[in-house]
Nanobody
Framework: QVQLVESGGGLVQAGGSLRLSCAAS????????MGWFRQAPGKEREFVGA???????YYVDSVKGRFTISRDNAKNTVYLQMNSLKPDDTAVYYC????????????????WGPGTQVTVSS
């Protein structure tokens, strides 16, 4: 079992930055692919990005060049650095863990955090 807790959300103006953190329990964090998803009001959950066991990263086109995922296996933590934020980035952001090498789809993830709200004002 892996328990995930996100932090770092909040209110920011357009063009600003936030860094989300996701702390994981368990001793085998390095064996999980980690992903970030988001869900805006009235919309379906959307894949944002993922990082594999080895640190390879993948992003949805809408955040490429603005968001960066990283992981610190010693701290059992994955990060989502978000720059140049836009109002369209407003959503609840979730981190998730997958037992496979890399996961790009929600159904490939086994564990989910409760989410953290990110609001970008115009």
């Amino acid at each position: 079992q892996v328990q995930l807790v996100e932090s770092g959300g909040g209110l920011v103006q357009a063009g600003g930055s936030l860094r989300l953190s996701c702390a994981a329990s368990g001793r085998t964090f390095s064996n999980y692919a980690m992903g970030w998803f988001r869900q805006a009001p009235g919309k379906e959950r959307e894949f944002v990005g993922a990082i594999s066991w080895s640190g390879s990263t993948y992003y949805v086109d809408s955040v490429k060049g603005r968001f960066t995922i990283s992981r610190d296996n010693a701290k059992n933590t994955v990060y989502l650095q978000m720059n140049s934020l836009k109002p369209d980035d407003t959503a609840v952001y979730y981190c998730a863990a997958s037992v496979i090498y890399v996961a790009l789809r929600g159904y490939e993830y086994n564990f989910w955090g409760p989410g953290t709200q990110v609001t970008v004002s115009s």
